[in-house]
């Protein structure tokens, strides 16, 4: 089958999409499939994710697409020419034109069109940005989303938005989980590096947050509930902050850590093998989201074997039922009496906490099942036919 893939960017710095599209467009050419990506390169916002087997098709965006939602004549022309080499057309994201040029491009080819909605018709998500949304709505997104054929869900409870918000007559939901990769575990990175880089960690535990700085992220309401144990926590625990700022928001976080600065560290974007040290050495991750589809470092956390303290804002209840960590709400009480119970533990409690997180995500997160049940689904709007 021939896939193209639309994603506003695959820049790494830009969050979980980028790595979810490009890794699920890589393991769908791995079974044989020739596939495209096609995404806008924005200035400033540095390297793109490698996807191995894939064709690229990037334009890049100038100040147009920067400040007009990833509006780009150029980009449109591609994905119509792409959309006619293409059997799918399948769209990531919502209220930018990428999702506007995927729709006219399989329309005009006449290919089915697949949207993943990527958590933003949570109802959070929905409430930011109202206005502009608004306008989105009127100019393209009402159309996009009535015409397609299959819309995807990361979990049922991005499945229950979309049914609630804008599925017609016709459009089937398909709730396909991201994959992970497995880290190995016998060459866990050492903190070392780490503590050289960022001393304030070293000879402290490490609670671990690690995505870009957003308001949905709830990096208010872990502050609010971090301040009030710093005075248990100063000498034993520091909350590492990690995670790109794309939007500003780094100087509301940093006017909000007044007076934490011996038990927070801001460590801006790490990638590579810091990222990896991170997960790896934390004692504890948490994600204290007010809105995820899925939340993939959660996943990368739990490969890691580290206990994790998600939230209800994100489809992450089955880690409290595995006995992997906690599944709470996105507020300073909840948050903190989790954090209570997570620096309470033994190292040997933390560690059979997050074994067996590691176990859920080998049982239900590999990436070769994820790719299969995306073709599986591709299949029944595509003649009906197999390409699993």
């Known amino acids: 089958m021939r896939i193209l893939h639309i994603v506003p960017s695959i820049q790494r710095s830009t969050g979980g999409p980028a790595v979810s599209v490009t890794r699920l467009a890589s393991e769908q050419a791995r079974l044989g499939h020739e596939v495209t990506v096609a995404s806008l390169k924005y200035p400033g916002l540095g390297a793109m994710v490698e996807a191995p087997g894939v064709r690229m098709a990037t334009v890049s965006g100038g100040v147009a697409a920067v400040r007009g939602r990833g509006w780009s004549l150029k980009f449109r022309r591609v ?21 506007a040029y995927a729709r006219e491009g399989a329309v005009a080819a006449g290919r089915p069109l697949v949207i993943s909605p990527r958590g933003m018709l949570e109802p959070w998500s929905l409430r930011r940005s109202r206005l502009r949304k608004a306008v989105a709505w009127r100019l393209f997104e009402e159309k996009n989303l009535r015409s397609a054929a299959l819309f995807h869900a990361t979990a049922e409870s991005e499945a229950v938005s979309i049914r609630r918000k804008c599925v017609r007559g016709g459009a089937r939901i398909a709730v396909v989980a991201n994959g992970v990769d497995l880290p190995d575990l016998a060459h866990r990175p050492t903190p070392q590096g780490l503590e050289e880089k960022f001393p304030q960690l070293a000879g402290r535990r490490r609670v671990v947050f690690m995505s870009r700085l957003h308001p949905k992220k709830g990096i208010d309401v872990l502050l609010q509930a971090w301040r009030s144990r710093m005075e248990v926590t100063a000498n034993h625990f520091v909350l590492v902050l990690a995670g790109p700022d794309l939007t500003g928001y780094r100087r509301e976080v940093e006017r909000m850590l007044d007076g934490m600065l011996d038990s927070v560290v801001l460590t801006g974007e790490v990638q590579g093998e810091t990222k990896e040290a991170l997960l790896a050495n934390a004692d504890v991750f948490v994600l204290p989201s007010h809105s995820e589809n899925f939340g993939l470092v959660v996943a990368e956390a739990l490969a890691w074997g580290r206990p994790v303290i998600a939230t209800t804002g994100a489809p992450w209840a089955e880690v409290r039922e595995a006995g992997a960590g906690w599944w709470v709400n996105p507020d300073a009480e909840s948050l903190g009496a989790a954090l209570d119970e997570a620096m309470a533990m033994s190292d040997g409690e933390r560690d059979a906490m997050g074994a067996r997180g590691r176990q859920l995500v080998e049982e239900r997160y590999g990436w070769e099942a994820a790719a299969m049940a995306m073709m599986r689904e591709y299949g029944g709007i595509v003649g009906g036919n197999s390409f699993a």
């Not at 006619?84 to 930018?96: F, P, T």
């Open 79 to 99: 994905v119509r020419e792409e959309a006619e080499r293409a059997d799918v057309v399948h769209n990531h994201g919502l209220w930018m034109w990428p999702g």
